[in-house]
């Protein structure tokens, strides 16, 4: 029974992520571990690719056109997440616009949404409803890097740069993801997925992959640039890493 203790735990934290940053429900009965859940956030992105890649396959079974099948398919995208990333991106966007650095923090927790705030929600709808329908890549591998590394992007945030809420609800992350060295899993497995055309697709030719290899670059600037701004990350600019990591990720496609 010992050696089943670690497995067991790994499944309940994984679990645990999947309830902490989706929608999605998990058994009844089941027993979720939530002090680890950031060692698990690339997991979890991969797992929506694959819903939202389902979802595209249905919606284009029904001959809905390219247009309104992206907006449903990002749509969904926020909805699979209750919009926990995207309204930290909002708060986000007016924390930055506050032009005292010391309200920075104060901004983004007030709970109404500024013009700032706003805006930065319409471009992300722009630019990932716009990227959607042109791209020449593989849907689904696409997904799975823009979800995967803007997720692993979140957790260089957390390794990288302190906490700025020592109360606040996403602090407990520290916990997991305490150095550079907790990261390299997520960016082993993000690597792999990014070289997976050269097993399945020979043809394919390296601009693909240096391109998957750019969503990593991505998700590092990001990161970095908020913690910058702010000299600390928060929960909030955790959200901020995610949305627009997979949003660039998806806009860096289309030049392919």
């Given at each position: 029974m010992d050696a089943l203790k670690q497995p067991i735990r790994w499944v309940r934290q994984g679990f645990a992520a999947?309830?902490?940053?989706?929608?999605?429900?998990?058994?009844?009965?089941?027993?979720a571990d939530f002090p680890y859940i950031a060692r698990y956030v690339p997991l979890?992105?991969?797992?929506?690719?694959?819903?939202?890649f389902l979802a595209d396959l249905g919606l284009m079974a029904l001959n809905m056109p390219p247009m309104p099948r992206s907006v449903v398919v990002v749509c969904l995208w926020v909805a699979l997440t209750g919009g926990l990333h995207f309204d930290g991106a909002m708060d986000t966007a007016d924390g930055l616009s506050a032009t005292d650095p010391d309200r920075?923090?104060?901004?983004m927790s007030d709970s109404r949404s500024g013009a700032f705030g706003v805006m930065a929600a319409i471009a992300l709808f722009l630019l990932k409803i716009s990227a959607?329908?042109?791209l020449q890549a593989d849907l689904l591998w696409v997904l799975m890097l823009a979800a995967g590394w803007g997720r692993w992007g979140q957790q260089v945030a957390i390794a990288f740069y302190p906490y700025l809420k020592p109360t606040g609800n996403s602090a407990f992350h520290k916990e997991a993801i305490r150095s550079g060295w907790d990261v390299l899993p997520g960016l082993v497995l993000m690597v792999g997925i990014a070289c997976l055309p050269l097993v399945f697709d020979s043809s394919w030719g390296w601009q693909q992959i240096v391109l998957g290899m750019g969503g990593g670059a991505i998700a590092c600037l990001t990161a970095f640039y908020f913690g910058q701004r702010l000299g600390g990350h928060t929960?909030?600019?955790?959200?901020a890493v995610v949305e627009w990591s997979e949003a660039l990720t998806l806009l860096l496609f289309t030049l392919s």
């Open positions: 999947i309830t902490f940053y989706t929608v999605l429900p998990i058994p009844l009965g089941w027993t979890v992105g991969l797992l929506l690719a694959g819903l939202l920075r923090l104060e901004v959607l329908p042109v929960g909030d600019t955790y959200g």
